[in-house]
């Protein structure tokens, strides 16, 4: 199916006249314009919250990087906000609940949302900024993965452990299946409201998914995820709806990713595109992977390893560039814009013309 955007092309794995590029976390602390708005709102949840701020920081980065999509400005933990968790977030310290999950009885009383009614700000942010880009690139609508969410729920913060989340799988491991079903259950409602209200391109962010076993990723993440993948709406006005997985540390889980259904598996740095084009063939698309350490270096150390990375994924669709995780808050935006520039530089070929089809196919 043809779309006009190298991105949603890339991520079909379709012909493109050079690579697409975003940024994880691209609307953020990095851009002192970002800082302003943010100062103004006073609480990132205020400003997660207020779909007028939310679509102009997701506009931001564009006005100053050719980018080849947006990403919606939100959080992955919306849901748990919506439940009347108590989320809050300190400045330096992350996100706490002052109510976490402690037992099977707290999941029970779990509610059911509506995400046009607890979540309408998120859907409401996405049409603001659907409409301001009027199709000029496509925009990535998100979530967090089930366990990734549940994670956070049961620590109640982030963790260098995850020893209570881990003692409940163990412990109580039916109750902790009690939970996952309930959040994919939310998750598909959420995630098929963003797009109905215009997302072009979801992404399941498993952030924590990293910290198990092969056969616990297996049965407490990615299962959960490949049900998201499979029951949320993947065409909507004529128009496919790729999805995005990314795990981190997500090495030896690759070839069971490629399996889900999904379109297109996000790596970090610490697989090569190559190895992990080898371990899963051409099954799906892949993004990433450079170092966001890397744009702390000087304009030509950028280059090189920007460079590095597009060979390292070799010849044929399938790629979108990308950090392999988010953006750090401290780097200087003038390095994004060598970074950007090196992707759409160094990735265009000679036989390939602006539709993105190469001469020799037609």
């Keep these: ?135 000029r690139i496509p925009l990535i609508g998100f979530a967090g993965s089930p366990w990734t969410i549940a994670t956070y729920m049961l620590e109640g913060q982030t963790s260098k452990t995850f020893a209570k989340i881990k003692k409940f799988m163990y412990a109580e491991p039916v109750a902790l299946h009690r939970l996952l079903t309930h959040l994919s259950n939310t998750l598909i409602q959420y995630i098929n409201a963003q797009i109905m209200a215009g997302a072009d391109v979801i992404m399941l962010f498993d952030t924590w998914g990293g910290i198990l076993s ?31 997985l990314f795990t981190k540390n997500s090495a030896q889980y690759l070839n069971s990713m490629a399996n889900t259904g999904c379109d297109a598996i996000g790596l970090d740095w610490t697989i090569s595109l190559e190895s992990a084009r080898s371990l899963i063939g051409d099954r799906v698309a892949l993004q990433g992977n450079l170092d966001p350490a890397v744009l702390y270096a000087e ?18 669709p399938g790629h979108v560039f990308n950090l ?18 090196a992707v759409h530089s160094l990735s265009r070929s000679p036989k390939r013309d602006a539709a993105g089809l190469d001469r020799d196919e037609r």
């Design 1 to 135: 199916m043809y779309s006009e955007h190298r991105f949603i092309r890339a991520l079909l794995r379709q012909p493109v006249d050079r690579t697409p590029v975003w940024i994880m976390r691209q609307a953020g602390r990095y851009l002192p314009e970002y800082r302003e708005v943010r100062k103004a709102a006073k609480e990132f949840l205020t400003l997660c919250k207020t779909p007028e701020l939310a679509c102009q920081v997701t506009l931001q980065p564009l006005e100053r990087f050719p980018l080849d999509a947006a990403i919606i400005f939100s959080d992955i933990l919306t849901i748990p906000d919506a439940f009347q968790m108590g989320l809050s977030f300190a400045e330096g310290e992350g996100p706490r609940f002052e109510r976490p999950i402690r037992s099977l009885e707290d999941i029970e009383q779990l509610p059911t949302l509506d995400p046009e009614v607890e979540l309408k700000y998120v859907m409401d942010a996405i049409r603001m900024t659907k409409h301001e880009l009027q199709g």
């Design 324 to 341: 392999g995780h988010g953006i750090y808050p401290d780097i200087d935006p003038e390095k994004v814009a060598v970074m950007v520039e």
């Design 214 to 244: 092969l056969a616990d990723y297996m049965t407490f993440s990615l299962n959960y995820m490949e049900e998201i993948v499979k029951k949320v709406i993947r065409q909507h006005n004529g128009k496919p709806i790729p999805i995005i």
């Design 299 to 316: 304009p030509d150390c950028i280059r090189r390893e920007v460079a590095r990375v597009l060979k390292q994924f070799g010849t044929g």
